[in-house]
């Protein structure tokens, strides 16, 4: 460059650089010296606006720029929207004026042709002026579609919060890519935890293994999926609901939808009565009880069997499952005795026909001391030809249909029936098996928040044979109580959140509360401190006993047997 009494000069070849350098960015460049004179630009310029060349030649006044560009119809820069304004020729070339004589400018401004620019200017400490215009409409548009995609997203997020039914959409990997406040509650999750995981993330790999089972056909098939089952919530509460599986989207881009309509308030008012919303038994906070039922726009080639097994072997029961599926049969297994008659009230509400029942020896003897009168028929006539095959000589696999033999187990919720209650083509049970179904019908819930402690304590109530439930926290203590009151309840005293002489300070309370109404439910300290005062500590918060870790099968039974009775003292009371 050289200089010259009017200014800045450039040489041809440096305005071809210039040139070319604003078409490989795509914007258009103008240079001023510090009278602002134009020094060089590029002929980008006149794509944004309609004006003589003769303005970009070197030496041109900017001022002379400027009111060819109003004319042209650049007054709508500074409105940010495009419409004229309402001002000057001459105030709006000296509001532009000084906008070129800042140290800096940038803004985002609409022309009158519905297109956007951005507009950059820099004032170098000579007082020579770069500016640059870039035509930024296809972002604009996008930053547009994306804002206008963000309110879809935050409006369908909020119509699904005010949701009463719990909605969740799982991508093709089956993550949580969408879920309602609704469905959050029943994990008792914040939503920040539940999005982007899968389901062996959130609950035991068995029932992970079957949602996932489920979701993965329906999506490879497109075929619906719909089943009612019991959803236990983290509060020990059940919702007796109708889960629908569907498919959208497009190939390759397929989501799958699971909602839950709560159908509690109908199946109440019907012939449906659970005899407990909590179940008192180590599966019931993992795997929901349920019986498929086809979709409509499933087309079936022919009449599919129905068929419910009952056993108190769950591998067992499983593996005969599979075999009745494979063999074209829809099959559920149940394994407590108090369910079956629940479960089938649930199917003849919904009109659903059970087409055989098979019954294993131990849970037929279970349910020998119950009356299956009506409809609970098909249940016994299972029942009775289960009994009367075990009465018979033993023959090979003479158990489940095709199935192994099943182990004699203690049953676990067979209700007391006196003999004369029973029908007369039903055999007696004997007093062993009396005083293990009494045992049977006791519940207990157990606090514990350590896991092997968890496993020690349900291997110890199972081998005894009692019902039982667990919970990790005072909270879920408190709650589970509410729910369904239990006979006895083992109460750590280090937990997190509620501890356990918390937690029964709460029952206590709330016992007091209901008056004469609320039985005093015994509970007893489990811990393993040995401090002077804990006992102290223990019984003024409203605790009846006190049990040192480690815990024994036999101090357990000791204990249940002093606060609740030994089922022989049980039976002898008639």
Sequence with gaps: MALSESGIQIRSCEAKTIEGLALALDIAIMIYDRNDR????????????????????????????????????????????????????????????????????????????GRWVRLRKRRMADGILIATIADVTDQKHQ?????????????????????????????????????????????????????????GELVAPQLAARFENIEGAVLETGVPYQATEDIYRADGSVMHAITRV???????????????????????????????????????????????????????????????????????????????????????AIANADEVRAFLDAALSMKLTISDVEVSVGMAKSLSGVSLQGKHGILKS?????????????????????????VELVPRAAPKQSPQSLAGDLIEPDRNQAANSLRSRIRVLVAED?????????????????GFRIVSNGHEAVAAWQAAVPDL??????????????????????????????????????????????????????????????????????IIEKWIGSPQSALAAG
């Excluded at 820069?77 to 001002?87: A, C, M, Q, T, V």
């Excluded at 105030?91 to 609409?110: C, G, L, M, N, T």
């Excluded at 569907?246 to 699971?258: A, F, H, K, Q, W």
């Design 38 to 113: 134009l020094i060089a630009a590029s002929s980008q310029f006149l794509r944004f606006f309609d004006v003589s060349p003769d303005l970009l030649a070197p030496g041109a006044r900017l001022r002379d720029l400027f009111s060819a560009t109003f004319d042209a119809g650049a007054q709508v820069l500074g409105s940010f929207n495009g419409k004229p304004r309402h001002i000057s020729r001459e105030d709006w070339i000296a509001e532009r004026i000084a906008v070129h004589w800042r140290e800096r400018y940038d803004s985002v401004e609409r022309l009158a042709d």
């Design 143 to 199: 930053e547009a579609e994306l804002a206008r995609i963000r309110h879809q997203a935050e409006l369908a997020q909020h119509i699904l919060n005010n949701l009463a039914n719990p909605v969740m959409v799982k991508d093709s990997k089956l993550r949580y890519v969408v879920v309602n406040d609704a469905f959050c509650r029943i994990p008792g999750l914040h939503p920040k935890h539940v999005l982007g995981r899968t389901a």
């Design 246 to 332: 569907r498919r959208s989207g497009t190939p390759g881009n397929y989501y799958v939808t699971i909602s839950f309509d709560d159908v509690s308030a109908f199946l109440e008012k019907g012939t449906y009565q659970p005899e407990s919303t909590t179940r008192y038994d180590k599966d019931s906070r993992k795997a929901a009880r349920w019986f498929e039922k086809p979709a409509a726009s499933v087309l079936l080639a022919g009449p599919v069997g129905r068929v419910l097994v009952v056993d108190e072997d769950r591998q067992r029961s499983a593996v005969r499952v599979t075999e009745l599926k494979k063999a074209g049969s829809d099959a559920v």
């Design 382 to 406: 299972a029942v009775e030809r289960k009994l009367a095959e075990a009465a018979a000589p033993p023959e090979p696999a003479a158990s489940l249909k095709q199935s192994q033999a099943p």
């Design 450 to 466: 350590n896991d092997v402690n968890q496993i020690v304590f349900e291997q110890i109530l199972e081998a005894i044979g009692v």
């Design 489 to 558: 309840i083992l109460m750590d005293i280090s937990m997190p959140g509620m501890n356990g002489l918390q937690a029964t300070q709460a029952i206590r309370d709330a016992e007091l509360a209901g008056g004469e109404d609320c039985a005093h439910v015994p509970i007893i300290a489990v811990t393993a401190h040995a401090m002077t005062g804990d006992r102290e500590r223990c019984f003024a918060a409203g605790m009846d006993d006190y049990l040192s870790k480690p815990v024994s099968p036999e101090k357990l039974e000791s």
